[in-house]
């Protein structure tokens, strides 16, 4: 209760007294390998991360360079680990740390490729990488059997996730997961494309990010022990990293006591990439916790994004099944407002009164966001309010959160990692939640549609878990098919 009265800033970086044996372990009883903390949003993983990073550096004498890696999935996540971290140790903390986002992480190791291959190498992203993908199609005449969407995932969760160099290894691979069986032509078919298409991108000096961590991986897996970068290594949101990832983490600091500390979540998997730990030589058991007590969110707010999702559907990360059953709030608050308008300007016009009212009650409006499925959704609800007069701003892909600006506006995915007093999801309709052009038609590969609807899904219950205080969800139109509850 004294900590809730408290500026946000504060409250983000407060450790519960329940927590602090998990980040604070004894000196002279260390962990004896890896670490894995799991649990539902607002359970405070993060936070035992900061705390577990604080604690290996008040062991370390100071050195020339930094001992401690703590790295996240985006460049976003990896700036708010820096500031709370500065928060939470100032200038002395900060020094022993390297704090970087994966993929910067795979950049540094690429830049020191000795033989000098990967050290200048072009990294493209999705949208380079699909027309490329489009030009080796349209080339070869692939039939419609093979489109993109499916060529992508079988390139990123088969061939590079099991680091297939040779036609032989591809017919051999286990494609388990996969929903679509491919017979031999139909391998020899795929195969012949996904050689063409990294031809051209060797030819162009060039790599996927995945693909790019594949290249990584290798080299850091030849280090030797004693050039290994890193005495420790903490992990954040671990339910997004591919398999490539995880072998280049492991790579980075030498097996032993206290190497790995690992949070995440799989109820909270937003982006394609599913891995078993203990496959890759990172075994956790006996040494993994769950963290079931929601700290963040009133039991009102929790109940209602509980419903969003099946609690009983997801992973652990290691091969097994996960579950929120036990995960509960302690926090009483208001109901939340799940509510539909009939037209996207009436929506508009109830967000800016239902604003106007959170600030008239007390919470600042740099403590209040408004999310949305997508960028356009999301500057139509900027565009809005700030033409009822409400200082708002779009919060984008790599932007830090300028307090200045007044009420924070963004995307599912950019929401993830914040926090807020108070949370808007706007435009959760039909048409938008799931999103249609995210989603893999049923009748392609079954149990893809199966994992990119629960991605969504995920993706709503993100975003409903960033409230603290209050929450609202609404649409225009007709409703999406993940709400419980439809009032008229």
């Known amino acids: 209760e004294r900590m809730l009265l408290k500026p946000m800033s504060e409250w983000r970086v407060f450790l519960h007294p329940q927590q602090r044996r998990l980040a604070y372990r004894p000196k002279a009883r260390p962990y004896n390998g890896p670490v894995r903390v799991s649990g539902g949003p607002g359970t405070g993983k993060t936070v035992v991360a900061l705390h577990r990073v604080k604690a290996l550096a008040d062991a370390l004498p100071a050195s020339s360079r930094p001992q401690i890696l703590l790295t996240t999935y985006t460049n976003a996540l990896a700036d708010l680990l820096a500031r709370l971290l500065d928060d939470l140790g100032g200038p002395d903390l900060t020094a022993k740390v390297d704090i970087l986002n994966i993929d910067k992480v795979v950049r540094d190791v690429l830049r020191q490729d000795t033989e000098g291959q990967w050290a200048n190498v072009e990294i493209l992203g999705d949208a380079a990488l699909a027309s490329r993908w489009n030009e080796v199609i349209v080339e070869l005449a692939v039939d419609d059997s093979f489109d993109r969407p499916f060529l992508v995932s079988e390139w990123e969760q088969v061939i ?84 490539a990832h995880w072998i280049l983490l492991r790579a980075l600091a030498p ?69 929120l059953r036990g995960y509960r709030s302690i926090l009483r608050g ?72 007044g009420v924070q506006t963004m995307t599912m995915h950019r929401a993830k990692g914040l926090e807020f007093r108070a949370v808007a999801i ?63």
């Open 426 to 488: 706007v435009g959760v309709d039909a048409r938008h939640v799931p999103l249609e052009t995210a989603v893999t038609p049923k009748d392609a590969d079954r149990l893809e549609h199966q994992r990119d609807i629960q991605r969504e899904r995920s993706l709503l219950f993100v975003s409903a878990t960033r409230a603290r205080e209050a929450l609202a969800i609404t649409w225009s139109g007709r409703p999406s098919r993940f709400l419980p509850h439809r009032p008229s």
């Open 255 to 323: 097996s032993g006591t206290d190497d790995l500390f690992i949070v995440g979540d799989t109820f909270q998997r937003i982006y394609n990439n599913r891995v078993a730990l203990s496959s890759l030589g990172i075994e956790t058991r006996g040494r993994s916790h769950r963290l079931t007590l929601n700290y963040r969110t009133t039991r009102q707010i929790l109940a209602s994004a509980l419903h969003l999702i099946d609690p009983d559907s997801y992973d652990d990360l290691d091969g097994g099944s996960d579950t």
């Open 160 to 243: 590079l996730a099991q680091n297939i160099r040779t036609r032989d290894e591809y017919f051999a691979a286990r494609r388990a997961g996969r929903g679509r069986r491919l017979n031999r032509a139909d391998r020899a078919i795929v195969w012949s494309l996904m050689q063409e298409f990294e031809r051209r991108l060797d030819r162009d000096k060039a790599l996927g990010f995945k693909q790019a961590a594949v290249r990584a991986a290798d080299i850091a897996t030849g280090w030797e022990k004693a050039a290994r970068p890193y005495r420790h290594v903490v992990i954040d949101e671990a339910q997004d990293l591919h398999t």
């Open 334 to 405: 208001g109901e939340p407002e799940i509510i539909g308008y009939p037209t996207q300007a009436a929506e508009m016009a109830a967000l800016a009164d239902r604003i106007r009212r959170w600030h008239k009650g007390g919470i600042p409006l740099d403590e209040i966001a408004v999310i949305a499925r997508t960028n356009a959704t999301a500057a139509a609800a900027v565009n809005a309010l700030q033409a009822a007069g409400v200082d708002a701003s779009q919060l984008r892909s790599g932007q830090a959160i300028d307090h200045e600006t």
